[in-house]
């Protein structure tokens, strides 16, 4: 099942504009490797600066996450979605993720946004909040 990016709102309420639902569905399909930004910018056809402009946006939205790396001798960035969209585990597979669950992940109000990535304080595979939401959800499907 794909995510209808297009129709995902940000916790500010503005929906996601076509370029940022394009590069969420490349990324996605991307899978757990991610993809280096400037592939993503070439294969949106815009140039660095809207580029990350853009992966700013996804990355305080909370859609995705960076990883810095270094590619061909060159400091990068590996982007990938976040986990609350990617995790496809065999328990949530069968789930029917619907525009208004997706409103309510807990990151789209959370504080911590900004600040929340993988290995850092706020993180969301560890987050205690964004857990508790996963399980609900869960609980929610098997009713
Ligand atoms: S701290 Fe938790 S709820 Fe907040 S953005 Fe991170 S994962 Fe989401």
Redesign the pocket.
């Known amino acids: 099942m794909s995510l209808p990016f297009n129709t995902l709102r940000s916790s500010g309420g503005s929906r996601l504009s076509e370029l940022e639902a394009r590069a969420l569905e490349i990324i996605r399909d991307r899978g757990e490797q991610g993809i280096y930004q400037h592939e993503l910018w070439k294969l949106l056809g815009i140039d660095s600066r809207e580029g990350s402009r853009l992966a700013l946006r996804l990355l305080k939205k909370?859609f995705i996450v960076r990883e810095p790396v270094v590619h061909n001798g060159h400091r990068t960035y590996r982007l990938m979605l976040a986990k609350?969209v990617q995790r496809r585990a065999p328990a949530a597979a069968e789930l029917s993720i619907s525009l208004n669950m997706a409103l309510d992940?807990?990151?789209f109000t959370?504080p911590?946004?900004e600040r929340?990535h993988e290995g850092g304080y706020?993180?969301?595979s560890v987050?205690p909040?964004?857990s508790k939401w996963l399980n609900e959800l869960r609980r929610r499907s098997k009713i």
């Open positions: 909370g609350p992940i807990p990151c959370c911590h946004l929340c706020f993180s969301p987050c909040v964004l």
